[in-house]
Nanobody, 124 residues
Framework: QGQLVESGGGLVQAGDSLKVSCVMS????????MGWFRQAPGQEREFVAG????????EYATSVKGRFTISRDNAKSTLYLQMDTLKPEDTAVYYC?????????????????WGQGTQVTVSS
């Protein structure tokens, strides 16, 4: 059936960097456009960043543009999110998600497979 497993979350201070990863198993990773989403306490889950299946194209939410970088290694079936200059408002559970196809889509309902999430906490 396939699954996604995130790792790399943790507790950091404002201004620090953190890199989270997501490994896909059971499916052909290179056939999937991937996205990172996050959900803060009491808020709805939101799009953070997306990458096309080839890795050629990326998109970012305005709130993270210039601070976060999404990337992928299709040979390792792994998706990454490098987060720099973290702020307390970046505190959330971060989820990776995949949808079969080339293009990036920000709509959550279009994603077919989701990870369990990894907690990122940024202290001030």
């Amino acid at each position: 059936q396939g699954q996604l497993v995130e790792s790399g979350g943790g507790l950091v201070q404002a201004g620090d960097s953190l890199k989270v990863s997501c490994v896909m198993s059971g499916r052909t990773f290179g056939n999937y456009a991937m996205g990172w989403f996050r959900q803060a306490p009491g808020q709805e889950r939101e799009f953070v960043a997306g990458i096309s299946s080839s890795g050629s194209y990326t998109e970012y939410a305005t709130s993270v543009k210039g601070r976060f970088t999404i990337s992928r290694d299709n040979a390792k079936s792994t998706l990454y999110l490098q987060m720099d200059t973290l702020k307390p408002e970046d505190t959330a559970v971060y989820y990776c998600a995949g949808r079969e196809g080339f293009y990036i889509i920000q709509t959550q309902s279009r994603y077919e497979i989701w990870g369990q999430g990894t907690q990122v906490t940024v202290s001030s």
